[in-house]
């Protein structure tokens, strides 16, 4: 059973996609940005933009029935590889303990220049 967790987003019915999707036991979170409506949170901070994402999804997966701790695979793409670290702190401050796989690459921009990364989530509900 396909299940669909919307954030709300009017650009999900726009480009036709879901916050997150859960297929039995597995929960794949969309390319998830510091956009809160038309405002972008973190203007020009990249550890404050990736807390607020990593909130964001938080949110998306309890809506999924699942935790952080269901997390197995993080994708981050940034605009400046240059600044890895604070998404890095950020990363690790929830996933210290957790330690899912992590991939972190440079990406040459988003669907707003503003943005400084945009990231993507897998989680396996044991």
Known sequence: ???????????????GYSRAVRVGNIIEVAGTTAMEGEVLVGKGDLHAQ???????IEKALEDAGATLHDVVRTRMYVTDISNWEA???????????????????????????ELLIE?????VVE
């Open 87 to 113: 998404a890095g702190k950020a990363h690790a401050d929830f996933f210290k303990h957790i330690k899912p796989v992590a991939t972190m690459v440079e990406v040459s921009r988003l669907i707003n220049d």
């Open 50 to 56: 990736t807390t607020f994402i990593f909130k964001k």
């Open 1 to 15: 059973m396909r299940h669909k967790i919307s954030s709300g987003s009017p650009w999900e019915d726009i480009v």
């Open 119 to 123: 990231i993507e989530v897998s989680a």
